[in-house]
């Protein structure tokens, strides 16, 4: 606590952002007199946020636009804009990045994005940013959105329809170019929008092409290439999105969105092995890799109704479908080996999953006849997600065919007091989850056990309450209990199973794992200055843990403990258009590592980000625009018997300038602006034996950017 505490006290004579407007750091909140009220549809309702008893952050578009030129994706804006979030690995997989110490869901346009029952970590790649009109975040384990949500959830909301009828275009011309100005270095991308209204009738159609050369560190050296999970250096992505939309007569309108993305790597490099004990990452070289690129590809398919004035509430229905189908890199590991195809052991694959969701959802929302001061919403979600992994070059099934069935129907309620003083939330979600899976055969490396397949359910009620109180105009204090849940990754328990006689039915824990968040919140805003504070805790006791053993992670069933603080500040200064502001996040977690009944083994960093400090400082005048910021990785300590999982931290600078000429907007972004020598956090913490993955940092590059819109 008395960490917590400091580091809090450390920002004090900063200032910086929150709240419900938008603020230095791009990030966006309702405003505390209701003008310009900011609708989270993540959080499933039409009242703003300041009605809800929840840390909210929304990034809009011309923050998520200057953040993505500097760092690339909206995985990387998102980790760079809130302290709370990890740092990411800076590859394809996503796997230990998280948002207060647990995995958040990637939605998109609350659709989700994730693949519960065979985690492959590529969900925050699904999008091309360039179609993203603000990004949603809500803090801490909910239910809102279903399975996944146990560190919060990221929901990216997609281009709105054109205002005015006619025809408009927005378009976007980049280049990326490394320190050294190397030419493999070098990356482009072009993007456009067109869009169409002609009365009630509009329509959005655009595509977007990257290519992304190799990336290099603060020495100067390529990058390690991961040619396993994936890369994002040394990768082409194109995308495309659609939306139609038509307004009824009533009011209510009706919508079709369509996007499909697709990244896929080179392989013109292959990894050229570090040695930790000096210090020295890996690196890349020429060189050609056997089998198909990493990739990934997801596709999304959905179409809703909105009607805001139904009998005087709000209905929503959504329906949606979506298909994904990650590729990994291959080799010839121990665990592909089968003497049956290839006596020699030296048999190469690579796995591949494939998952695909039907999902529908329905909500309406209003206030209680007679008793206006009590909104309810109630409404029922259903997911069908199938999901299997199959090795690639050998037609192997390594994760049967799975599916997950998901029926929720939900309550919430919201109930104004004391003249709008105090508000009180609440609400529940019934989960029916039950899982099918056909017998199957493991692979030859765990014995070629027989499985009988089976159908493990579960059903469990998720609960949620809060207080806000709103004393004056300006200054919110908040509690909540709030309780999310996912699933094991299923995939990884099924493919491992070496004994035989096994029944899924008996063998499978399919019991959820329920994480609960408690928190506590203040927000100021009012004036120049706006703070926020939250103190939040979580545990579960059934929590799932990824653990390396025999260079394959495995899935440990424990008790996990998780809290930390979080603060922010900012003030809108004297001098006209500049901003300062500031941030800081401070995490601890435990489990249960060695089964001795205490919760007291720090989680790794695989599990728990480092303590963060963010500072910025926004200037704007006239038609020019100019950001600074620091993004300060503290470092942390694991109390395990190795020091080698110990993190040092660093500081990364960016910096931004705009130019907005008739013709469009000029920009100019600035990553790791002091060219810093550093090594990933995931890479300095997690398998800290292997040299393959000992992974340095992207150094300094250079963006320059003209986006147009007419």
Known sequence: MYRYLVGALALAPLSPVFAQTTDAAGVVSSDTDGEDTIVVTAARTQLPASALPLTVDIIDREALERQVLVSGSTVDAVSALLPSFSPTREKLSGAGESLRGRAPLYAINGIPQSTPVRDGSRDGYTIDPFFIDRVEVIYGSNALQGIGATGGVVNQVTAGAPREDGVSFRTLSQVTLPNGFDGEGIGVKTGALVGYRAGSFDASFGVTLEKRGAFFDGAGNRIGVDGTQGEIQDSDSWSVFG????????????????????????????????????????????????????SNTAELLSASLTDPDLAGGTFVLQGFYSRTSDVFGGGAFRIFQDPAIDPSGTLFDQSANRSRKLGAKVSYERALPGFEDLVLTAGFDALFDRTTQSLVQTDRVWVPESDF???APFLQGNLTLADGVVRLAGGLRYENVELNVDDFTTLASYGS??????????????????????PIDGFRAYGNYAEGFTIADVGRILRGITKPGIDVDNFLSLEPVVSNNRELGLEWDRGALKASASYFWSSSDFGSLLVLRNDVFEVERQPIEIEGLEASLAWETPITGLLLSGGYAALEGQTDADDDGLVDDD???????PDRVNLAADYTTGRFSARAQARMYLERQFNDVSMATDFEGYTLLDAFISYRADFGDISFAAQNLTDEFYVTYNSDTVRVTDNNRFFSGRGRTFTLSLRSKF
Request: charged content about 20%; proline content about 6%.
């Open 603 to 609: 989680l790794d960093g695989a599990n728990m980000s």
């Open 243 to 294: 939306r139609l939309g038509y307004d009824l007569a009533t009011g209510a309108r009706f919508e079709v969105v369509a996007n499909r993305f697709e990244l896929e790597g080179n392989a013109n490099y292959v990894s050229v092995t570090g040695d930790r004990s000096a210090s020295i990452p890996s690196t890349s070289e020429r060189g050609e890799t056997p089998g198909a690129p990493p």
């Open 405 to 407: 069935r998901s029926l």
């Open 449 to 470: 056990v027989d499985v009988a397949g089976g159908s493990p359910s579960f059903d469990d009620v998720l609960l949620n309450g809060g207080i806000i109180i709103e």
